[in-house]
């Protein structure tokens, strides 16, 4: 997600709306985020509450190295048996 300064965003405004048609932009003022903007169609899932499911590769090599590699917390072993066949 890209971030930008409320200065950056309205002196290109045209330049971030076309980005935002790809991936969510983040206005900043004062350092504080004020607002983000977002395609149509991301908006339209978000208010109809639908999530994007990623597969392996959506990520990158070591995203999926510290993914296999994160400790499971002890309250979630309760469902291994989900695991098995």
Known sequence: ??????????????????????????VTSDGHEQSVLVSVEQFRDMRLGRRRVLGPDDFTEDEL??????????ELKAFDHELED
Not at 1 to 26: G, S
Not at 65 to 74: D, G, H, K
Request: aromatic content about 6%; glycine content about 0%; hydrophobic content about 40%.
């Open 65 to 74: 190295l510290a993914i296999e590699n994160a400790p499971i917390p002890e």
């Open 1 to 26: 997600m890209l971030t930008v300064t409320a200065e950056e965003f309205d002196r290109d405004t045209a330049k971030y709306r076309d980005i935002a048609k790809r991936e969510p932009v983040t």
